[in-house]
């Protein structure tokens, strides 16, 4: 198996919060390029990352830049296997940042790949509901979401300014069959203090694609 980070950076100061997109990939890369500055890019972990676990939750610590590596634009399908794990995490540069607060909202296109077994051209997505306490539920996580209600009590970024989530491990579609699908991120900011406009929401999307193979990949990340 193999652990994908898709890395997205967003800016309230920048021209592209006009448009509710996540900053570009950038070309030419950066001279270092990692987690830390760039953006709209999959990260491949060199080891396991701490924590790891086949379903849905938020990550309370920074990811260390140093795990990830391999970095390529989402600009092109992302190929999984059935037992990868992905992971998302969100950050800013901005000055301001440690007074922002961010929800994730997650919704998985419908695969739609051709020549699919029975039931797998209508599976809405390739993770499952399973959680600490239901490690069982198999039915589709088709969308994810971390909504506390309230803006003013969504959760603040990591110490290095990142928000992090483990999505959870891949699985076959029925039949053993590959399949591709969209995944729609969202991310809504809110200002708690200070420039710029305190007090007001600002939203970041995109949708990045993937295929997910019928076989299981035979590496394994390093422990």
Request: glycine fraction near 8%.
């Amino acid at each position: 198996m193999s652990v994908y980070l898709y890395n997205l950076m967003f800016s309230l100061t920048g021209s592209n919060v006009n448009v509710g997109s996540f900053e570009p990939y950038p070309s030419p890369l950066p001279p270092s390029a990692n987690i830390a500055n760039l953006s709209c890019a999959w990260f491949t972990a060199s080891s396991s990352p701490p924590g790891l676990q086949p379903y849905f939750q938020v990550m309370s610590h920074p990811l260390s830049a140093s795990l990830w590596g391999s970095p390529q634009s989402d600009a092109n399908d992302l190929t999984l296997h059935p037992g990868d794990y992905l992971m998302l995490r969100v950050f800013s540069q901005d000055s301001n940042l440690f007074n922002y607060q961010m929800r994730f909202t997650g919704v998985f296109g419908r695969g739609t790949s051709q020549s699919l077994a029975p039931g797998a051209g209508n599976l809405q997505s390739p993770l499952v509901m399973s959680t600490a306490a239901a490690p069982n539920n198999t039915l589709p996580r088709a969308v994810l979401d971390i909504d506390s209600n309230l803006a003013s009590t969504w959760p603040a970024p990591l110490s290095d300014g990142s928000w992090v989530t483990c999505l959870g491990q891949v699985v076959v579609a029925p039949g053993g069959a590959a399949n591709d699908y969209t995944l729609n991120v969202g991310a809504s900011v809110y200002v708690k203090a200070n420039l710029p406009a305190a007090g007001n929401l600002f939203t970041f999307g995109r949708d990045p694609r993937m295929h997910v193979t019928g076989v299981g990949k035979t590496s394994v990340v390093a422990a």
